[in-house]
């Protein structure tokens, strides 16, 4: 199998600007390209015009929260059709039964560790390579 790996893009949407800058700088030294969106309405903005291959998505937010962004989403399939959407949320939890229904499998629980965020990177590169 070759070492080299494709670039990933994601988005990070957190309305938590350390958040936002944490997730980037790890993303960026993984070797992959970041984007970030403050809010659910700035995500969906982007969304339109831009591909990425994973969304960390936060649920709690002003403006459009998370389940509203997935919600979006599922209504127009052709926007991302093989994005990975990752929830990562302090409040995941209860919201666990809407996110199943919404087809969301991976839920990470704030805070997240730099470890975690390294294993999902190379998880999503295994998986496009499948």
Do not use: Y
């Not at 997935?70 to 093989?82: D, F, G, I």
Request: aromatic share 4%; charged share 30%.
């Amino acid at each position: 199998m070759s070492q080299e790996s494709r670039e990933l893009r994601f988005l990070v949407v957190d309305d938590n600007e350390d958040i936002r800058d944490v997730f980037c700088r790890l993303i960026e030294r993984a070797g992959h390209v970041a984007s970030t969106a403050v809010d659910g309405m700035d995500a969906v903005e982007k969304l339109e015009v831009e591909s990425f291959d994973v969304m960390l998505l936060d649920l709690t937010m002003p403006r459009m929260n998370g389940v509203d962004v997935v919600r979006w989403l599922r209504a127009r399939p052709e926007v991302a059709p093989a994005m990975k959407i990752v929830v990562i949320s302090a409040w995941a939890g209860e919201h666990r039964a809407v996110l199943q229904e919404l087809g969301i499998v991976t839920v990470m629980q704030k805070p997240l560790r730099i470890q975690q965020l390294s294993d999902l990177i190379e998880q999503t590169l295994r998986d496009s390579e499948a």
